[in-house]
């Protein structure tokens, strides 16, 4: 009778250990593989096809994030990337759908933490030297302030989601350069000015990338020959709704931003 109790015993305890474990292993398959954070160029601001339940976020099924996810098929997809997005959003509202099981994690940001859409919108209404004293802000914010708010966020995606992949992609140049003499609007002064913003800005996200051990996908390469005035655009120019302007087009997201993150996903 003592052996018959013995042996029911270890086999309840043996049942709870079992479908503890198999709890524990549907809610880790439940978790994300795939986290999309960021800004309007992760969200698909510009690209059309806009998931109305994204409200303000402008995120869509054109994105880069999305159309990767449709690729795929990863177990889990959490879009979160937001059109406006600081780097202090991504850290407050964004690192929620993070964990051990994330494999793989893009993020596109700082451009909007460096100003980036308010130098655009003074280049096409003011001077050139209005326009170059306001990129010079920028690029007095992108070297001296940014790295600190980059690591912030590089640090806290590696805390929440130690075994993923993180991809940081960068920005595309905004202007093919030189611009042909039918290419009106900006003086070329302004366009260069606004491509050396840019590059001062990947770079300074690519080193803290790097800093942290994750892969950087630079863009310029195959958003080359695709720029504003190339005849071929990726990008959007000035246009209705107003939001969208200057931002990658749905072919920016599939043959511009897409290529990058296959490089080193």
């Not at 029911?8 to 593989?33: C, D, H, R």
């Not at 698909?44 to 099924?61: F, K, P, Q």
């Not at 326009?131 to 302030?145: D, F, H, Q, S, V």
């Not at 931002?247 to 993150?261: C, F, R």
Request: hydrophobic share 40%; proline share 5%.
């Amino acid at each position: 009778m003592r052996l018959r109790r013995s042996l029911s015993a270890v086999f309840v305890l043996v049942s709870a250990l079992v479908v503890g474990l198999l709890g524990a292993g549907t809610a880790q398959a439940a978790a994300p593989v795939y986290v999309a954070l960021g800004d309007s160029y992760s969200s698909g601001n510009g690209a059309g096809s806009y998931i109305s339940s994204s409200g303000d976020c402008h995120r869509s099924n054109n994105a880069f994030p999305a159309r990767w996810a449709a690729a795929n098929s990863p177990s889990g997809f959490a879009f979160v990337a937001c059109s406006g997005a600081v780097t202090t959003d991504v850290l407050n509202n964004q690192l929620g759908s993070l964990n051990s099981s994330t494999t793989l994690v893009s993020i596109t940001i700082g451009g909007n933490d460096a100003g980036f859409a308010d130098a655009m919108t003074t280049c096409v209404t003011g001077s050139d030297s209005t326009c170059l004293n306001r990129l010079n802000t920028a690029r007095t914010y992108i070297n001296n302030t940014l790295p600190g708010r980059l690591d912030a966020v590089y640090s806290a995606v590696r805390s929440r989601a130690p075994n993923a992949r993180v991809v940081v992609l960068g920005y595309p140049h905004m202007y093919i350069e030189p611009s042909p003499w039918y290419c009106l609007g900006l003086s070329n002064t302004k366009r260069e000015a606004i491509n050396d913003t840019s590059d001062a800005l990947n770079s300074v996200i690519s080193a803290r990338a790097a800093a942290h051990g994750f892969r950087f996908g630079d863009v310029r390469p195959t958003f080359n020959d695709h720029e504003l005035c190339s005849g071929d655009d990726y990008l959007h120019d000035v246009r209705i709704p107003v939001w969208e302007s200057y931002h990658p087009t749905s072919l920016g997201h599939a043959n511009g931003y897409l290529p990058a993150l296959n490089a080193n996903d």
